[in-house]
């Protein structure tokens, strides 16, 4: 058996605790309608309205989790969802030091997040290769699960470039090391006491560990986070593609020997892709140099690529490989800075609804009507919507009603009676849905 302790001891002063406020609405009394003794039905109280004393209030809301120390100026590495929203951070190192973090940065759909802390004398972990690491390879974890600090667990690899359902930019490492709500963000340690992964998710039918663990490679995250510090968000490649995976019998259809690749099922007639000349049935099998060996190794090799970069990509067509070239253009997504707010928001500029918005570019103006979202305030935190968002449309007299202007909105808004229920079509990328929200009253 391999030799833990020392490890331990030496590596654990480079592990933190992060522990994130958030505030949540939550009943005052959620146990007092269903004890009403006045004699009306069950069925009937609970279409009644509630009773004063019986309305949502704010309350704080405490989410634990892990992270580890890159750089002696205080930089720490931890998970996005475990800071995502918090109005306040505090990081504790394993010497009982406390101190308050500052979110640099925070990336969605990596699930990576760079924290600041004024600290000196800080110890930084030491950082591996992932690409060394072997199916088998012990591996070992510390981490704060339910909120115990440093705890250890250990266990081997169970396999290397997994693919999770909507993760498709993680190549991520999958353990049998037992990981638990609280060991989020921690880091992943080799036998060389070398970080190697990000702890991030577990796949559970309980809640509790199963077995299935799975860790960001250590590369991707410092990838991340080097973009976190220099410019507040990620930038990535995209080259306006849909893909599907290649079976066998697709395989000997397209007279390929083997089923690889990813088959373009669908193409953006303005995206790069499509100027290079690649068309649906199309099956790319390289990219910028990297071997495509199935469909969910394609978005993560385009979008490690920087927009606006030449590169060559290989695909199947007509039973010969073929070559082209091709810019690579950005993909539009949400901001990945996740801000975090240390003192309640002051609401100035906002409308009725806590919103404050901005009229579009005239870029914009070609694709969508409606107004941006630039600043999410107060309630309006609560109805998922997000800095730039575009709303579309308010819902008035049972029918939407275009919005002109940013002007033009904040007015139907504010003329809205407090306490009413408004409805809002809003566009977030090139999808659209109704939000439903009410307006706060005096």
């Given amino acids: 058996m391999p030799e ?90 394993n010497d009982r030091r406390e101190y308050p973090g500052r979110l640099v940065g925070a990336d969605r759909r990596t699930d990576v997040a760079l924290l600041k802390v004024d600290a000196r004398n800080l110890r930084q ?53 037992a990981i638990n709500p609280g060991n989020s963000g921690g880091p992943l340690f080799n036998l060389s006491g070398e970080v190697i992964g990000i702890n991030s998710q577990i796949y559970s039918r309980t809640g509790g560990f199963m077995g299935l663990s799975f860790a960001i490679p250590i590369d991707v995250a410092m990838d991340v986070q080097a973009q976190l510090r220099q410019n507040g968000r990620v930038r990535r490649g995209r080259i306006g593609v849909l893909v599907q995976e290649v079976t066998r019998d697709m395989a000997d259809s397209f007279g390929l020997a083997q089923p690889i690749g990813a088959l373009v099922s669908q193409i953006d007639a303005g995206g790069p892709a499509a100027a290079a000349g690649i068309k649906s049935g199309d099956i790319i099998v390289r990219f910028d140099g990297k ?28 039973a010969r490989l073929q070559t082209a070239q091709l810019a690579v253009a950005e993909f539009a997504e949400e901001s990945s800075l996740v801000p975090v707010r240390q003192t309640e ?23 969508t009507s409606g107004v ?26 049972g029918a939407p009603s275009d919005i002109r202007s940013a002007t033009h909105f904040n007015r139907m808004v504010n003329d809205l009676p407090r306490g009413s229920a408004v409805t809002l079509l809003v566009r977030r990328g090139d999808a659209q849905s109704f939000v439903a929200m009410k307006v706060p009253g005096k």
């Fill in 125 to 177: 972990a030491r950082l591996g290769d992932p690409a060394r690491l072997r199916v088998g390879d012990w591996v070992l974890a510390i981490g704060s699960p339910f909120g115990f600090e440093s705890s250890v667990t250990a266990g081997i690899v169970s396999a290397k470039g997994r693919s999770l359902p909507d993760e498709s930019l993680v190549p991520f490492i999958q353990t049998d090391v």
């Fill in 291 to 318: 071997e495509v060996k199935s469909s969910s190794d394609l978005p993560r090799i385009v979008g490690g690529v920087r927009p606006g970069m030449q590169t060559v990509v290989q695909y199947w067509r007509a």
């Fill in 4 to 93: 833990f302790a020392a490890l331990v001891e030496k590596q654990a002063p480079v592990v933190v605790n992060i522990s994130a406020t958030r505030q949540t609405k939550v009943p005052k009394a959620p146990f007092l309608r269903s004890e009403r003794d006045d004699g009306i039905p069950g069925w009937l109280q609970r279409m009644l309205p509630a009773p004063p004393d019986m309305l949502d209030e704010e309350e704080d809301d405490r989410a634990t989790g892990s992270g580890f120390v890159i750089g002696v100026e205080g930089y720490i590495l931890t998970n996005a969802h475990v800071v995502e929203g918090a109005s306040e951070i505090l990081v504790r190192f």
């Fill in 345 to 367: 928001p002051s609401l100035r500029g906002a409308n009725a609804l806590g919103l404050i918005v901005q009229d579009l570019s005239r870029d914009e103006r070609h694709t």
């Fill in 372 to 397: 941006a979202i630039r600043e999410v305030l107060g309630a309006a935190g609560r109805a998922e919507l997000r800095q730039g968002d575009v709303v579309v449309a308010l819902v008035l007299h």
